[in-house]
């Protein structure tokens, strides 16, 4: 059983105060795990002296995968047996994050027998985190959870699990069905998910409309941003209706959209729809009155990410839009074209934002057979230095 | 007789949704036609068929032992038919057809010590790192101050009282797992000093070549040690911090209990509501770590929240009020220094230098 528990002076001034505390949940999970009574002996430790107490890495994982788990070891694993090894899985969650009472059981009762016990709901790509454990117990663990249902995760340079936004299941603003295509992107791809074979990382998220719930034009390679084509579904009495409880049409609407393509005149709404840029405002501030067209699909944009190596990016334009029915197989050419491109070109820990900018993104359209087209950019370029094909010989 | 090996099961990726879906959710997939708001973290959808799904919020820690979540298992099934999700933000929602369970369940979660909150113009929870609970590389912890500032916040995410809605995220160090970079406050941990080389150990788990292209300021070249080790050094005055050598060489150690910190940024979004996407911008370029409750990091980010409440109008987020009234006035107005850190030095420096004549005065 555990060692003596231990002393957390300073973590328990984390248990004071309304918000819920993750110490009082690593003390839940000490009553009966070990691991967590080392987790907090070592965190304790972390907040004395200022510093982390894991170890660089490790290479562990499961067999005949290359990613979904990530090594952890102590680096003082002699005050803190208990978390000498603390690896943690990655466990590829079910698009939405919709779950039954049943399935929630079933992950704790396989973590709590093989694992700590205590988990993040989610982690920062999507996945269902379990947070430490041993080697000897990685491949158990892999046993019980494929044998209901779940598998892993991403890490490394491979496909990062994908992520979506409610989608259709709850929302009147999905402009396409992003929990199917999560889903049935992610079982596409389960290769290049769990076998790690590109430069860096890649990243899909699925969000229904511009207000982009999983942040996808931020953090991921491919960004699928639901939208329409025809014009806004406008319903002129409950328009009248908002007006009437207060809501200053002209203000509140009207004066923040973009391309100030609405007119309020004090009893109907005139929207000028070839100027609208499909933002969402409008149709957020008065969802009863306002909704996307019919003519639905989405934007695809490319090459978002962090910081690490050279600077953060926003995805950018590829492809304007894509008629939701053609969504699956528009995604499948496009992503297969770019890894055929960024697999022959792309250098160590170098995502695909990183490589359009190094070698311009006309040359990265010409690779993957793209035309160019005026929604991809801000802007034409406004500096002379033109590399163009010229005819004859130089 | 040797027991048959049992057929080893991969690549089945994740399960089905479907099989996770509410009743309602599942007759009404796709025929949503509006939603309205009840209470702070309280909202029902109805569809084209006239059924509703009612959503309540809660917020949590991420970091969460099964004994809670049962807990939430036991509520959904108290509740809702044993039906309930998580959401990008990791807040936890119940999805119910009966509106009379509405408050008997925020009596249970508020007596089990979770807020119901995180809607509309609320503060929602704070995505976050692992910090020191997991992460090798992190300049500060990520729960611990989440936590402090969320007590902090606890009001502002239980009303929804704000301009606009406000995205807080933290990310322990320059990596940025949580992909902090476009959010209306972000705290970033940073490191401030160039990697210490482990020399006796570097030539036995690197891999020189990939080291040195990993700088990306070409501040590291081979070398060799005074007994002909192959190890590498560093040019300090290139060296930027960013922490990617540590990443392919464990022997390329920052972590510093001194120097290492946080940094605040504001005014990023990702939405296209209104205005486009957009970085943070960098607000203070240092706090010293201060656990277990941070106070520097919580009454910084309290502050530009105050500050930010009382002044923007309605429907404008941080970096749209920011827009309107101007950097200086912003720097004013919460009274926070600026100084040479706040100009950029990096690629494209010059695109966020003030190239007209333009000044608010």
């Known amino acids: ?60 994982g499961v067999m005949g995968y290359g990613g979904g788990v990530i090594g952890r070891y102590s680096d003082v694993p002699d005050k803190f047996p208990d978390v000498a090894h603390f690896h943690t899985l990655r466990v590829n969650q079910p698009s939405g994050w919709f779950y039954t009472s049943n399935a929630l059981r079933t992950i704790c009762d396989i973590w709590d027998k093989h ?62 069905d992003t929990m199917k295509m999560c889903n049935d992107i992610t ?132 492809v304007p839009f894509v008629p939701a029915e053609e969504l699956m197989d528009t995604i499948k050419e496009l992503v297969d074209r770019v890894w055929d491109f960024w697999c022959d070109n792309g250098k160590n820990r170098e995502r695909v934002g990183e490589l359009i900018q190094r070698v311009g993104m006309g040359n990265f359209l010409d690779a993957i057979g793209l035309d160019a087209v005026p929604e991809m950019v801000s802007a034409p370029r406004d500096n002379p230095f033109v590399f163009m094909e010229i005819d004859g010989d130089k | 007789m040797a027991e048959q090996p049992v057929k080893r099961v991969t690549d089945i990726g994740p399960p089905n949704f479907d099989q996770f879906l509410h009743p309602i959710i599942k007759k009404n997939y796709g025929q949503w036609k509006f939603h309205e708001s009840m209470a702070p973290g309280v909202y029902f959808h109805e569809a084209e068929s006239g059924d509703r799904i009612y959503t309540v919020r809660a917020g949590s820690p991420r970091l969460l032992s099964t004994e809670t979540i049962r807990k939430f298992a036991d509520l959904a099934e108290k509740y809702c038919g044993g039906y309930l999700r998580f959401t990008s933000r990791n807040n936890v929602e119940f999805l119910l057809d009966n509106p009379d369970n509405i408050e008997p369940l925020k009596k249970d979660l508020h007596d089990y010590g979770y807020p119901v909150g995180g809607t509309n113009n609320s503060i929602s929870n704070i995505v976050h790192t692992q910090g020191w609970v997991h992460c090798h590389s992190s300049a500060t912890d990520a729960s611990g101050i989440v936590k402090s500032v969320m007590d902090a916040l606890y009001d502002r995410f239980t009303h929804e009282d704000l301009p606009a809605k406000l995205r807080i995220a933290l990310a322990c160090c320059l990596n940025m797992c949580g992909a902090v970079h476009c959010s209306d406050i972000a705290i970033l941990g940073v490191h ?25 300021t070409g501040a590291i070249r081979p070398a060799e040690t005074a007994d002909g080790k192959k190890t590498v050094e560093v040019i300090e005055e290139q060296c930027m911090f960013c922490a990617n050598c540590f990443s392919v060489c464990p022997a390329m150690q920052l972590n510093d209990p001194v120097n290492d910190g946080i940094s605040i940024w504001v005014g990023g979004k990702v939405s296209d509501a ?88």
Request: proline share 6%; net charge neutral.
């Open chain 1, 115 to 176: 694992g700590s016990g205590v988990t993040n709901m989610h982690g920062s790509t999507g996945d269902i985190i379990l947070l430490g454990t041993t080697t000897d117990e990685l491949e158990p663990t892999f046993a019980e959870l494929t044998k209901n249902g779940f598998d892993l995760g991403g890490s490394g340079s491979d496909v990062r699990t994908p992520s979506c936004c409610v989608g259709q299941a709850r929302c009147e603003w999905a402009c396409y």
């Open chain 2, 192 to 216: 401030r000093t160039p990697p210490r080389i482990q020399h006796d150990s570097l030539h036995k788990v690197c891999e020189i070549p990939n080291l040195v292209a990993s700088c990306p």
């Open chain 1, 187 to 318: 079982h596409e791809f389960q290769d290049e998910l769990h076998r790690p074979a590109f430069p860096y990382k890649f990243k899909f998220k699925f969000s229904g409309c511009a207000n982009d719930c999983v942040c996808a034009k931020a953090r991921s390679d491919l960004s699928i941003i639901g939208t329409w084509k025809d014009d806004i579904q406008q319903d002129d009495a409950e328009v009248a209706n908002y007006a009437a409880k207060g809501l200053d049409i002209q203000a509140d609407v009207c004066d923040h959209c973009p391309t100030k393509c609405m007119k309020w005149d004090g009893k109907k709404l005139a929207i000028n729809n070839r100027e609208c840029v499909h933002c969402m405002h409008c149709i957020n501030v008065m969802p009863k009155a306002l909704r996307p067209g019919k003519e639905r699909g989405a934007t695809l944009l490319m090459g978002a990410k962090a910081p690490i190596v050279q600077g953060a990016l926003l995805s950018s334009v590829l």
């Open chain 2, 274 to 361: 209104r205005s486009q996407p957009r970085f943070s911008k960098l607000a203070i370029p240092f706090i010293p770590n201060d656990p277990p409750r941070w106070p520097g990091v919580v009454d910084a980010v309290v502050n530009i929240v105050d500050v930010y409440a009382k002044n923007a109008k309605k429907y404008e987020r941080m970096g749209e009020w920011i827009d309107r009234i101007g950097w200086p006035r912003f720097f004013q107005l919460t009274g926070i220094e600026f100084t040479k850190y706040h100009i950029d030095d990096f690629r494209f420096a010059g695109t966020t230098f003030a190239r007209s004549a333009q000044v608010r005065l």
């Open chain 1, 1 to 60: 059983m555990a060692d003596e528990k231990v002393q957390t002076k300073l973590l328990d001034e984390l248990e004071k105060g309304p918000w819920p505390s993750f110490v009082t949940e690593l003390k839940r999970g000490a009553k009966t795990s070990p691991v967590c009574n080392g987790l907090l002996g070592q965190l304790e430790l972390s907040y004395e002296e200022k510093i982390s107490h894991w170890k660089h890495g490790g290479i562990v």
